[in-house]
T-cell receptor, first 111, second 114 residues
Framework: GNSVTQMEGPVTLSEEAFLTINCTYT??????LFWYVQYPGEGLQLLLK?????DKGSNKGFEATYRKETTSFHLEKGSVQVSDSAVYFC??????????FGTGTRLTIIP | KAGVTQTPRYLIKTRGQQVTLSCSPI?????VSWYQQTPGQGLQFLFE???????NKGNFPGRFSGRQFSNSRSEMNVSTLELGDSALYLC?????????????FGPGTRLLVL
């Protein structure tokens, strides 16, 4: 079946550091890929998405590129802020089917 | 547009009781999905409704059920609650965005079963 593997957390960085959260997937075919973010006490917010190979999703300084050859969708940000502290989920889906999520990566940014 | 709303936000029940959670999708969205989030199992898909019909279903026991109304609002019901049903229940409505079915989540209902 389909699955998503994220890097183990928690991740702790200093403000203005470079961020990478690794995400790889296993699927038959070419799914759409998503990153969602969950702030404390809240639901999930769509951060960015990509639908085909070499697509780059970007939002709020975050970027991720759909790499078919490595089945990856790593999340990056050049300079993180304290307000980026949250849990980040990588996910995939096919068409109108369910989202399959990774386990989430907790990110803490220290001033 | 208003986002996805869920009521109630917090709920405390005891084992054996039943509970009904409500979700109002974004205006114009016809698909509603439900997910359960727990520390141990992460995010798991419960079911999806489209135009009042269940279109997809996850691997949950029959105690978990749902329905969708003609205005696209959805409810999920859990009967005979167990301690393990304590979780954050998330609802998402979806629509095509730039050709991609994209799900937008509500804030969730946090259920505690004692």
């Amino acid at each position: 079946g389909n699955s998503v593997t994220q890097m183990e957390g928690p991740v702790t960085l200093s403000e203005e550091a470079f961020l990478t959260i690794n995400c790889t997937y296993t699927a038959t075919g070419y799914p759409s890929l998503f990153w969602y973010v969950q702030y404390p006490g809240e639901g999930l917010q769509l951060l960015l998405k990509a639908t085909k190979a070499d697509d780059k999703g970007s939002n709020k300084g975050f970027e991720a590129t759909y790499r078919k050859e490595t089945t990856s969708f790593h999340l990056e940000k050049g300079s993180v802020q304290v307000s980026d502290s949250a849990v980040y989920f990588c996910a995939l889906s096919f068409g109108n089917e369910k989202l399959t999520f990774g386990t989430g990566t907790r990110l803490t940014i220290i001033p | 547009k208003a986002g996805v709303t869920q009521t109630p936000r917090y709920l405390i029940k005891t084992r054996g009781q039943q509970v009904t959670l409500s979700c109002s999708p974004i205006s114009g969205h016809r698909s509603v999905s439900w997910y359960q989030q727990t520390p141990g199992q992460g995010l798991q898909f419960l079911f999806e409704y489209f135009s009042e019909t269940q279109r997809n279903k996850g691997n949950f026991p029959g105690r978990f059920s749902g329905r969708q109304f003609s205005n696209s609002r959805s409810e999920m019901n859990v009967s005979t609650l167990e301690l393990g049903d304590s979780a954050l229940y998330l609802c998402a409505s979806s629509a095509q965005l730039a050709g991609v079915e994209t799900q937008y989540f509500g804030p969730g209902t946090r259920l505690l079963v004692l």
